[in-house]
């Protein structure tokens, strides 16, 4: 991930808004600390802060076309660049960097290229010919992107909220799939797949087709000229990432760099259920595993820093990066500058323990699409943003928009929860990589059940949290709450204390705007509340809020089953799930 910041349309273009635009886009260096760029013609300017992932010696931005009319600030990964080059040999390549593509394709089909793009991308390109701009973000918002305007008529873009926050009036997250347009006026949605409009899909399951999907998903990732590895928690998504990157890794451009030992990566507090099952995991790969613990009080210290990367002040987004953060710093210090994870899977395939609930396949397939459709709100601002804070690039290969559209075009009564049938959660994935012949993990990490990285990475974080917050935020403070917040006012003290930490930091009323609000048990939506009475009563974000669901509980022993050695010792609202897998899906 690199930080891009644009000022288009200014008044003024003196040396001393020049500086500006440089002391502002030094507070995005984290993001790229290989090297700073910055374009300028007349009132409008075009920084970058560059990590080097493809093609480090000489692809520095901005990128350009031949007669650098055209300039491109670009943070992002253009999966399918070679592809795209072919069908561009007309025209002048100066770097091997995927992203100067982007330059070329406008000057093809102007304004009409974005979803000719296979990746994850914010950008801002500028046509000096006629002082012309626009601005996209990728179709799910993995990379992050903000939009600004100043009281002189400028229009900023920035990868962080922080680098536009003092000098615009206004400012807000730029919405995923959509593309900016200076010639056309203001934003318009260039991503449109079939499931946007959450029609209820009738495709039957094929296993095989879902499976080749991802597998390309992941290939398409292993795209690097640095070294990289894979974030293992030992939950399924992220072992199912390291298990198919290290299948293809030997063929990969990284491999003929950097070897075909992959390494993997887990932090957890001390006996924590995802750092017994992420070692079980890499032993069976046989990957070099590296394991980082942390202490409660290691991220309660950690809390300012954290908040004031992800920028956000949404509990459940703070549990799970604080952790994430420490682990990123811990993976820069080795070296390695990009990392696989498996972020996006819970929301296409209905993960979280909450789905369980579900009444019918049009209330299920309509919640997994409103997760997809926020997920920029929430686990891609997570992951980007608490790698990104140490320069580490995370890939999400779920969120491909091939295999989303693949897992989102099958009939989503395939993918509720049928225990009786011996269906958990995610089935129609756990029984797509069940390879009797060849198989890509043990049966027990393939059926182990969903644990949220909040709570995976061990209970006492959460509780730990629950009694810092309580000790600085009295039963008065709360009961104000809603004087002091009135927008998005706090219902917790763990939400009171973050959001005075944010406040510090970001005190617009634009900033704050950029957070989400509302009820939410286990991670679901507010709609997804009315599926059992119960649950507005106990709305806590960790998964173990959903109730009768998960089976694991606070003790160490009870944890300690997740890691279990076969599948019939796993709990017993999981017992007969060996007999009973359903084999046929025609």
């Known amino acids: 991930m690199c930080g891009i910041l644009a000022v288009l349309g200014c008044i003024d273009n003196s040396q001393a808004k020049r500086s500006r635009i440089i002391e502002l886009s030094r507070r995005l260096r984290h993001r790229g600390p290989d090297w700073s760029g910055l374009h300028c013609y007349e009132n409008c300017y075009l920084a970058h802060e560059r990590l080097a992932i493809i093609d480090p010696t000489s692809g520095d931005q901005p990128l350009y076309n031949e007669d650098k009319t055209v300039a491109v600030t670009v943070n992002g990964e253009i999966y399918n660049h070679k592809d795209l080059r072919e069908n561009l040999k007309s025209h002048q390549f100066r770097t091997g960097s995927d992203c100067e593509v982007i330059a070329h394709l406008y000057e093809e089909h102007g304004e009409e290229f974005i979803d000719m793009l296979d990746g994850m991308f914010a950008f801002v390109l500028l046509d000096t010919r006629d002082k012309s ?41 730029f919405p995923p799939g959509h593309i900016y347009s200076s010639k056309q006026g203001g934003l318009r949605r260039w991503y449109n797949p079939p499931w946007y409009s959450e029609l209820v899909p009738s495709t039957p399951y094929d296993p095989l087709v879902l499976r080749n999907a991802f597998e390309k998903a992941v290939i398409k990732r292993l795209m690097t000229d640095v070294p990289f590895g894979v974030l293992l928690s030992g939950g399924l998504d992220s072992s199912l990432v390291a298990s198919v990157a290290l299948r293809h890794l030997e063929k990969s451009e990284g491999a003929r760099q950097w070897g075909s030992q992959l390494h993997t990566f887990c932090i957890g507090l001390k006996g924590s259920p995802d750092l017994r099952a992420g070692r079980e995991v890499a032993e069976y790969l046989g990957t070099r595993h590296h394991e980082f613990q942390f202490t409660v009080q290691d991220g309660i210290d950690a809390i300012e820093e954290v908040i004031y990367h992800i920028e956000t002040y949404d509990v459940t987004t703070i ?21 696989l994870s498996g972020e996006g899977s819970d929301e296409i395939l209905g993960g979280y323990l909450y789905f369980h609930k579900a009444p019918n396949k049009k209330e299920f397939h309509e919640e997994t699409c409103r997760k997809i459709k926020a997920l920029y709100q929430f686990d891609c601002l997570r992951a980007n943003k608490s790698t990104s804070a140490w320069g580490v690039e995370a890939r999400v290969p779920f969120l491909d928009k091939e295999f989303i559209n693949v897992a989102m075009s099958i009939d989503p ?13 995610k089935w129609v994935l756990r029984n797509a990589f069940d390879d009797e012949q060849k198989p ?41 709450a809603s004087f002091v917040f009135p927008d998005n006012t706090p219902m917790t003290k763990e939400a009171y204390y973050y959001r005075t930490i944010f406040e510090k930091f970001f005190p617009k009323s634009a900033a704050r705007a950029t957070v989400p609000g509302g009820p939410s048990i286990a991670c679901s939506t507010a709609k997804a509340i009315e599926w059992d009475a119960t649950w507005s009563k106990n709305l806590d974000p960790s998964g173990r809020a959903a109730l009768g669901v998960h089976v694991a509980a606070y003790e160490e022993e009870k944890a300690a ?26």
């Open 413 to 425: 009564e395939w993918k509720m929860v049928k225990p009786d049938i011996g269906r958990i959660e």
């Open 319 to 339: 549990r799970a990066s604080t952790p994430m953060f420490l682990m990123s710093r811990k993976i820069k210090s080795l070296g390695v500058k990009m990392v």
């Open 133 to 173: 701009f626009i601005a996209a973000r990728d179709a799910i918002g993995i990379t992050p992107l903000y939009i600004g305007w100043g009281l002189d008529g400028s229009v900023w873009f920035a990868s962080e909220m922080k680098a536009l926050s003092d000098d615009c009036e206004q400012f807000m997250c």
């Open 561 to 586: 089953n997740v890691g279990s050695d076969s599948v019939d010792s796993l709990p017993q609202k999981l017992d007969g799930l060996k007999e009973k897998k359903i084999t046929s899906v025609a």
């Open 440 to 480: 890509y993990l043990p049966k027990h990490i393939l059926y182990r059940q969903k644990e949220q990285f909040s709570d995976g990475v061990g209970y006492s974080w959460i509780d730990g949290l629950k009694d810092h917050a309580n000790k600085h935020v009295s039963d008065t403070m709360l009961s104000n």
